[in-house]
């Protein structure tokens, strides 16, 4: 299989990419997902990274308690209703995760050469002598020879925060370690990987299962991060925990893909997913530095050719610190874009960085001021026609028709009438230059003791696919509606465009919409 191109239109024109962009209020077509924490939890703050590009808040449950994560929820609901930007709500799980255990959050320094031993026995306070872990089954993984990692955020390549071991010995159930680098560890918990082995632990934890039906329950989670996936049954057991949670069958579930393991069974994962994070905070562990852009490349090209999500993450490391990214991370994010990603995940650059709103912008501004502009969609279009082949299925069809149409006509927008969110997510899978206004149409359902609405999880899950922007329509006019109540909604989609600035008078717009039973592709041209 094709591990991707180099998706640039030609010849680049210099002028073009130097001219001071137009303000606009797409800014970028590629969403950005912030993780919220200790230094993005105000109101304030929060408000400042909607205002900056930020599509969907994650909320990291492998650090700190529910109701911590609850008082920043409460904080982005009032940050939405402030600035009236719309923001999914992602849960992340802890998963089949190792931690290092610092009680007392003292700090740790590691001599190079030195030796440490990890042991299960959190009665051991952490010391530079010996590290207490949350697994007993340490010993039984690894053996002589085998690569541990340790840190706060495993930052590779800044190697004074994060601690290369060697097994040297296995004592019964301790395991001890040859220091290969000195580092200085501080926090109370220090995430442990162990290179290319198999650890026995649940992708589904007991600790992950009380606050899905808790936390995740209460708040209506709009995705499920699933941490460690290493096999397609992962993403069906949490699908079939997540039904029987009322609301929660509806919110999606992201395989996080963060081992060899998972990248093995990466197509069998993907088939049972609804999207893809590639972490490669981990994955960089796993693998040798040389082998993660081909891997990069390949699984966004697989996502790209399903039509579902990719999210990409460690993107900017070093704007944790510091107010402007690398010349190699400014170009990292670039890549991601023409790779194929439909988001860019940030952590500890929001989580705990000194700049999460000027990160986010920062971000989406090469997206949409770099990648994006040389992006070559003619190129990226054919291949993905040919992907499909034929004969399409009829959804399919109308997707591309809609998209080649609104490239053909220059349509500065299209706008898309969905109830399920799928016919606009097949639109976006033909990556069109322009943005798709998701208009989402309630359905009415009843559970044989009150009505309600659909469509808020529709419209929220689709702030993750790259280039959507949803709608909601008035729950007075549900999918079953008229053709005639379909005009009065697309009068309100074309007049919230004018008002934002995205559509004028004369511009031409592609319409996809379902009348009766079947979905047309009309184009209207807007008049004074």
Not at 323 to 351: F, H
Request: glycine share 6%; proline share 4%.
């Amino acid at each position: 299989m094709p591990t991707g191109h180099l998706l640039l239109e030609e010849p680049i024109r210099m002028a073009s990419i130097l001219e001071p962009s137009k303000a606009t209020f797409f800014s970028a077509m590629t969403k950005i997902v912030g993780t919220l924490g200790p230094k993005s939890r105000s109101v304030e703050v929060i408000s400042g990274c909607l205002e900056a590009g930020m599509s969907v808040a994650r909320f990291d449950f492998s650090w700190c308690d529910p109701d911590y994560h609850q008082e920043t929820l409460e904080n982005l609901k009032t940050a939405v209703k402030d600035t009236k930007k719309l923001c999914a709500v992602m849960l992340d799980t802890v998963g089949a995760e190792m931690q290092v255990v610092n009680k007392s959050e003292t700090t740790i320094t590691l001599q190079e050469d030195g030796e440490v031993i990890l042991t299960p026995d959190q009665g051991h306070e952490a010391t530079p002598e010996i590290l207490p872990i949350n697994f007993d089954g340490l010993a039984q993984s690894v053996k002589k020879g085998d690569t541990i990692f340790i840190g706060q955020y495993l930052f590779t390549g800044s190697e004074t925060t994060s601690v290369w071991l060697e097994v040297s010995d296995v004592r019964g159930n301790d395991v001890v370690c040859t220091i290969k680098n000195s580092a200085t560890l501080s926090g109370s918990l220090f995430t442990l990987h162990a290179s290319q082995v198999h650890i026995d632990l649940p992708t589904l934890t007991e600790k992950d299962k009380e606050v899905i039906s808790t936390w995740g329950v209460k708040n209506k989670i709009d995705f499920l991060s699933l941490s460690y996936t290493r096999h397609a049954e992962d993403v069906r057991e949490a699908r079939k925990f997540l039904s029987k949670l009322g609301d929660l069958s509806q919110t999606q579930i992201f395989a996080k893909i963060e081992n060899v393991e998972g990248l093995t069974y990466f197509d069998e994962i993907l088939q049972e997913a609804d999207g893809i994070i590639l972490s490669r905070g981990n994955l960089g562990i796993d693998l040798p530095p040389e082998k993660v852009f081909l891997f990069q490349k390949s699984a966004l090209h697989k996502c790209n050719m399903a039509g579902k999500p990719a999210v990409l993450t460690r993107v900017v490391d070093s704007m944790t610190d510091n107010l402007r990214p690398t010349r190699a991370e400014a170009t990292d994010v670039a890549n991601a874009v023409l790779d194929g990603s439909d988001a860019i995940l940030l952590g500890a650059e929001t989580l705990r960085g000194l700049y999460p709103v000027e990160t986010i912008y920062t971000v989406g501004r090469i997206c949409s001021e770099s990648a994006e502009k040389v992006f070559n969609q003619e190129h990226y279009f054919k291949k993905t026609v040919k992907f499909v082949g034929e004969p399409m299925a009829h959804m399919e069809s109308i997707a591309s028709t809609a998209v080649r149409a609104a490239i053909k006509v220059k349509a500065s927008i299209i706008i898309c009438f969905t109830s399920s969110g799928r016919a606009a997510r097949l639109i976006a899978k033909y990556r069109p230059t322009m943005p798709v206004l998701s208009v989402v149409i309630p359905r009415l359902k009843t559970n044989q003791l009150k009505w309600s609405f659909t469509g808020a999880f529709e419209a929220k899950q689709s702030l993750i696919v790259r280039g959507l922007f949803p709608m909601l329509a008035d729950p007075r006019h549900p999918a079953e509606s008229t053709s005639a109540t379909h005009d009065s909604i697309l009068k309100i989609a074309l007049d919230r465009g004018k008002a934002l600035g995205i559509i004028k008078s004369h511009d031409r717009v592609v319409v996809c919409q379902k009348v009766g039973d079947s979905a047309v592709v009309k184009i209207i041209e807007l008049e004074d």
